[in-house]
Structures are given as C-alpha cells and as structure tokens.
T-cell receptor
C-alpha cells in the first residue's frame, strides 16, 4: 500500500482564520479523497480530487468553505476556510490503491481544534 | 442510498480470546465491496480486511476473518487470538463497485464504529 503523510498532524486555530492541510503520497495515484471525522463520529467524505480537474464535492460541502488543490499525482491540499468551532474535527486524506481499485488507504489525519 | 449499521458501540475481550464484531448494511446494489478498518488511538485508519460481494468465499487476513452473508446483508468481523494491539475503534464500510455499476462513485459509507478493548 502507498505511504501517505499529512501536515500538520494537529493544529489549534482561531475562529475566522483558515488552515491548509497537505497530503503527500509516495507514489503516483489517480484518485485522492478528503474525509472529515467529527468528534466521536464516523468518517464523512468531503470531496474527491482528480489531478488536473476540479474536485467533486459531496452534498453539504462547498468549494468556498473547503477549497481543494491537486497539482500533481502525489499531492493534494484541503483548506478549511473561515473556521468556526464546528469545524473542529480530524481531517483525513485517502488514496485509491494502485492496481486495486475500490480500495482506499488513509493518511494519519490532521486533528484540528478551532477556538 | 447505502447505510451501514454497527449495533455494538463498545466491546471488550480478554487477550488471546476470540471476538466477533457485527455489521449490517442496506443497499439495492448487487456488486459492491465491504471493508473493515481499525482506528487505534493514534487515529490512523488502517485497512483490516476487504470482501468483494460477488465472491462467496469469506475473506481472511491472518487472525482476522469475516462472515459475509449477502442475503442477510451481514458482514461480521472475527478476531482470533486477540492481542493488546487490537485495541481500537473498528469501522465497517461499504462501497459500490464502479466496475460493475459504472460512474465515478468512490464514496465509502462508514458505520458509526465499535470500540474494542482487549484486556490483559
């Protein structure tokens, strides 16, 4: 499976500010995904990021709040904009396994606390 | 829409014993995948096991095995010889097969999770 890293691993931010989370993969992957895990909850898909195209957002998530970049086949960023305490969550990126479609592997996650 | 239900919020087991975690799901799809992921306190989501719905044989990965009952829409995880390192939140997840259904739906639908504690 691919080795996935995320930066930062955790952060504490003030209300109204923005945070950009980075996801780096050690191999080229077609599909990257961003999930949110609110405290004590399960994971919810925010968006799917293809290289060279606009991200596809799930219902309830909008580009203005969660802009995503995918500049190449090994890297993606998720920005959480104009944060409020309700945005306090773990944010995880995942990638589809090469040659083994329909299986996703996850990064270590970014724990975000908004005060 | 697909739903995944894990009816056991918490479970505990003694080290070296066997435990079974339950998962049921609801879908109108015929071709799909089911997964178990574990999330230890480090919060890393780790793939434990994967089952293809069109395969009747239950998937096995070392001490981890599943009991897949397609007609009953049940997908339980059995952990044998439980170890302290198995302590984690376990999530059952569903994904529609893109190869059979087409489209671009990569969405994993997760259950709410079962917190498993392995006691020494």
């Amino acid at each position: 499976s691919a080795v996935i890293s995320q930066k930062p691993s955790r952060d504490i931010c003030q209300r109204g500010t923005s945070l950009t989370i980075q996801c780096q993969v050690d191999s080229q992957v077609t599909m990257m995904f961003w999930y949110r895990q609110q405290p004590g909850q399960s994971l919810t898909l925010i968006a799917t990021a293809n290289q060279g195209s606009e991200a596809t957002y799930e219902s309830g998530f909008v580009i203005d709040k969660f802009p995503i970049s995918r500049p190449n086949l090994t890297f993606s960023t998720l920005t959480v904009s104009n944060m409020s305490p309700e945005d306090s969550s773990i944010y995880l990126c995942s990638v589809e396994a090469a040659g083994n479609t329909d299986t996703q592997y996850f990064g270590p996650g970014t724990r975000l606390t908004v005060l | 829409a697909q739903t995944v239900t894990q009816s056991q919020p918490e479970m505990s087991v003694q080290e070296a014993e066997t435990v079974t975690l339950s998962c049921t799901y609801d879908t109108s799809e015929n071709n799909y995948y089911l997964f178990w992921y574990k999330q230890p306190p480090s919060r890393q989501m780790i793939l434990v096991i994967r089952q293809e719905a069109y395969k009747q044989q239950n998937a096995t990965e070392n001490r981890f095995s599943v009991n897949f009952q397609k007609a009953a829409k049940s997908f339980s995880l059995k952990i044998s010889d439980s170890q302290l390192g198995d302590t984690a939140m376990y999530f059952c997840a569903f994904m529609k097969s893109r190869h059979h259904s087409g489209g671009s739906n990569y969405k994993l639908t997760f259950g709410k999770g079962t917190l498993l504690t392995v006691n020494p």
